[in-house]
Every structure is written in C-alpha cells, then in structure tokens.
Antibody, heavy 120, light 107 residues
Framework: QVHLVQSGAEMKKPGSSLKVTCRSS????????IAWLRQAPGQGLEWMGR????????NYAQKFQDRVKITADKSTGTADMELNSLGSEDTAIYYC?????????????WGQGTLVTVSS | DIQMTQSPSSVSASVGDKVTITCRAN??????LAWYQQKPGKTPKLLIH???TLQSGVPSRFSGSRSGTVFTLTINNLQPEDFATYFC?????????FGPGTKVDTK
C-alpha cells in the first residue's frame, strides 16, 4: 500500500517560489498518477495538475499553467510541485494525492498536506 | 471548465437519519464522479468512485447514484462519525473540478 509523506510547512514572501515534495513510503508510486491539489482556508478543493510517473508527462490546470511545474521520479517514488510568483491568494494547504486510473481518476490516497503561508 | 454544484450547502441531521446530497455537472461527465468526506483538519477520504462504486473499507450505509448529470450521495442511518463535509469531484475532463461541498452537522 502506498503511503504519501509531504515536506513541511512553508512561510513565503510574495513574489517568491515554492517547492513541495511528496514521497511514497514504499519508494514507488505503482501505477498511480500523482496529482497536486490545494485548499485555501475554509474553502473547497482545487486541482492544480498531475503527472503519471511511469510516463512523466504532466497535465496542468490552465489557471496555473504559466507558473507551476510538476515532476515525478518513478525510481525513487518522489514527486515535486513548484509554484512561482507567489501571492497571498496562494496561501493554502497543498496536497499530493494518488490518482487511481482504474477507479475513474479518483484520488484514493492523500498526503498529509503542507501548509503554505504567503505573507510579507 | 466543468462546473460542479452541490445542494444543499449544509444540512442538519440527527444520528439515525437518512441524508441525501446532490451534485450536478453542467455538462456530461459519464460516470467519472467521486465523493469524498472531509473532517476538520483532516485530509479528504474517498468514499465512492465511478459514481456508484463503494471504496473498499467504506461502510455500506454510504451509496451513490447517477441520473444523467445529476449524482446523489446517500447516507443511511447516519452515525456520529459521519458529521463532516462532503465533496463531489469530476474527472471526465481536465481540469478536474470539485463541488463546493456540503456540510453535515448535528441538528
């Protein structure tokens, strides 16, 4: 069973960049896709994009297309999400999640979340 | 983007009640619909995928149905641990989108 562990909370200044790492405790993502989502305080869930590690091809939400980069290393079972040009609106909990393509693209396993605060 | 709406936005219920939550897509998404439960300070938990398939380990009091672009999550015999917020999610088309959530709280 895959278990996802994310890097720790971050405090960022406006205009800076963010990198959040997600590691599979088993060292592999299996056949899952790895998605990145975020949830602003008191808000709903927002999908940022995903990558299928065995293929290495990312898909991004158009909203983030110009400033996000999602990568995954299938050999080490790690995935990274980089987000540039941060603003206060990027304050949120960021999650990685395993997307099960055999279950209609549902997110079966979630990381614990990484709180990112953007403030001057 | 496909817009997902949920109703009601909140519902007050008692233990033992039946709760029904509706999710609507503004265009066809086949059965590419999942339901999640989220408790305060916790990560979302997958309940149902492919509109009607119960995720392994989820109690059978949870069920999902579909009629066209209208999807329903039903919780029979509501239990204390079911008080939470419920989200629907479509994965038919990128970007993946979620409903705004339905909060189930105690009456």
């Amino acid at each position: 069973q895959v278990h996802l562990v994310q890097s720790g909370a971050e405090m960022k200044k406006p205009g800076s960049s963010l990198k959040v790492t997600c590691r599979s405790s088993g060292g592999t993502f299996g056949n899952y896709g790895i998605a990145w989502l975020r949830q602003a305080p008191g808000q709903g869930l927002e999908w940022m994009g995903r990558v299928i590690p065995i293929l290495g091809i990312p898909n991004y939400a158009q909203k983030f297309q110009d400033r996000v980069k999602i990568t995954a290393d299938k050999s080490t079972g790690t995935a990274d999400m980089e987000l540039n040009s941060l603003g206060s609106e990027d304050t949120a909990i960021y999650y990685c999640a395993c997307e099960d393509l055999q279950k209609g693209g549902a997110f079966e396993i979630w990381g614990q979340g990484t709180l990112v605060t953007v403030s001057s | 983007d496909i817009q997902m709406t949920q109703s009601p936005s909140s519902v007050s219920a008692s233990v033992g009640d039946k709760v029904t939550i509706t999710c609507r897509a503004n265009q066809g998404i086949s059965s590419w619909l999942a339901w999640y439960q989220q408790k305060p300070g916790k990560t979302p938990k997958l309940l149902i995928h492919d509109a009607t398939t119960l995720q392994s380990g989820v109690p059978s009091r949870f069920s999902g149905s579909r009629s066209g672009t209208v999807f329903t999550l039903t919780i029979n015999n509501l239990q204390p641990e079911d008080f939470a917020t419920y989200f629907c999610q479509q994965s038919n088309t990128f970007p993946v989108t979620f409903g705004p959530g339905t909060k189930v709280d105690t009456k």
